[in-house]
């Protein structure tokens, strides 16, 4: 399985950001693999964004419930990270991954083994 980020690279503050997984090698509707997102930052390390499973059901930290979305398209196996309200804190090497057992714990990054290269976001106008 294959893993590639897309999206903007910079972004203006209050803006919504909109990142998009593309998946190759294998399905995002796979029983029971778990897809996520995740960021670095230096100020706060690995941080993660949220997460989406096989059948569709969303999963995200509560300091983020407000203002994250995940959203995919089966047809062309990806998956989309939405982050509304956006600061310079929001600047971070953004990534996805796909968890590496069936049915894991969404937020615990230790149990994702394959992710993508990452890309840079920068917030700021």
């Known amino acids: 399985v294959q893993l590639a980020e897309s999206g903007p690279a910079l972004v203006q503050p209050s803006q919504t950001l909109s990142l998009t997984c593309t998946v190759s090698?294998?399905?995002?509707?796979?029983?029971?693999?778990?897809w996520t997102w995740a960021r670095r930052s230096p100020r706060v390390g690995l941080e993660w964004m949220g997460a989406i499973t096989w059948s569709g059901a969303t999963y995200f930290p509560p300091a983020l419930k407000s203002r994250a979305s995940i959203t995919r398209d089966t047809s062309r196996n990806q998956f989309t990270l939405h982050l509304t309200s956006l600061t310079p804190e929001d600047t971070a090497i953004y990534y996805c991954?796909?968890?590496?057992?069936?049915?894991?714990?969404?937020?615990?990054?230790?149990?994702?083994?394959?992710w993508g290269q990452g890309t840079q976001v920068t917030v700021s106008s």
């Open positions: 090698g294998g399905s995002i509707s796979a029983e029971y693999y778990y």
């Open positions: 991954a796909r968890s590496t057992e069936e049915n894991p714990d969404p937020g615990d990054l230790a149990e994702y083994d394959t």
